[in-house]
Structures are given as C-alpha cells and as structure tokens.
C-alpha cells in the first residue's frame, strides 16, 4: 500500500478511536518515508497515545520530520531548539527552522520570528524585521502579532511613532476590527 493511502487509514482508524490499529498503518506510512505520518508518530509518543510516553523517540521522529520538511515539525522542533527541550539549546538553529516552517506554508512561525527578532533572542534586536514578520503574522490573524504591531507603533520601535496606527493594532486585539489583514 503507498504510504499516502496508509496515513489516510491511519487516520480514519484513529478518528474511530481505534488508535492501535492506527498505529500500524502509521508506522509502516512512516517507514516509507511520509512526512505526515512521521509527526503524527512524534506526537503519539509524545502524549502517549497508543504507545508508551517516550520523549526521546518522540524527539527522533520529529527529527527525522523535519528533515521531511514537514512546516509543523520544523516549527514545533525550532520551539524545543529554542526552548532546549530535550535537546541542546540552539537559538539560531531554531530561527532557521521558524524560516523553513514558514518557506513551507506554516503561517504561525512568522509571528516566533517576529519576537526572536523584537526581543534580541539569539540575534542582534532588529525592530524592523520584527515588524516585517509580525506584519505577516497579522495577516493570518495572529493576536499576538497584533499586539505586538500595537506596542512598534506606540513605542516607535522600528517604524514612525503612531498613536492611530498602535490603536489599529490595539482594536484588532480587542475585536473591534474584523479579520486578518489584507496583502
């Protein structure tokens, strides 16, 4: 069976809650290489389900994703890299991970991004690729990026001191404004 139809078993199985007949179609899924089924098995090891609780296998399968290029696991290993959960602490391996999740369609690395840069964490403080990518948060409706949008314009941090433009950000925080912004 091609390892797609095996995840999309994996799947349905696990939906019914019938996760250890699961388990065998996403292990074998993984075995063939899919990227999908690979961090799904990284979570199951990770929370547990249908498997021992096992963080150190669970951090070799999220490896082996992210060397899939899978933009989840690259932005959830990026996290531990940062994060030096169970693993060495790596601030710059992490931002090129947030880059690579976010190169591959994970729209949520742009706001980690946003703050690595905002705050100097690992890299020089630079507030102007701070609003560069918590500008792309802010257009997939990222709060947290619209806060921080909010904070660069009341403080003058990297763009022109705005008391309009940080009560823009502040509204959409607050709902008053609909929707993520537009390109």
Same mark, same amino acid.
């Given at each position: 069976m091609q390892d797609k139809k095996l995840l999309k078993t994996a799947l349905s199985l696990s939906?019914?809650? !019938?996760?250890?007949?699961?388990?065998?179609?996403?292990?074998? =899924?993984?075995?063939? #290489?899919? =990227?999908?089924?690979?961090?799904a098995l990284a979570n199951w090891y990770h929370y547990g389900r249908a498997v021992k609780k096992d963080e150190k296998k669970s951090i070799q399968l999220l490896k082996k994703a992210v060397a899939l290029k899978h933009p989840e696991a690259c932005r959830v290993f990026a996290g531990y890299l940062e994060q030096g959960k169970g693993i060495k602490k790596n601030i710059k391996a992490a931002l090129k991970l947030y880059k690579i999740s976010l190169k591959a369609g994970n729209k949520s690395s742009a706001f980690e991004i946003a703050r690595l840069y905002y705050y100097g964490i690992g890299v020089r403080k630079d507030f102007e690729q701070a609003r560069s990518y918590a500008l792309k948060a802010a257009?997939? #409706?990222?709060?947290?990026?619209?806060?921080m949008l909010g904070v660069m314009y009341k403080n003058g941090e990297g763009v022109t001191k705005s008391r309009s433009r940080s009560e823009f950000w502040? !509204?959409?925080?607050? #709902?008053?404004?609909? #929707?993520?912004?537009?390109?």
């Open positions: 939906h019914k809650k !019938k996760y250890r007949e699961a388990l065998a179609y996403l292990q074998e =899924a993984q075995k063939k #290489g899919n =990227a999908e089924a690979t961090y257009r997939c #409706g990222d709060e947290e990026a619209y806060r502040y !509204k959409r925080v607050s #709902g008053k404004s609909s #929707g993520p912004t537009k390109k």
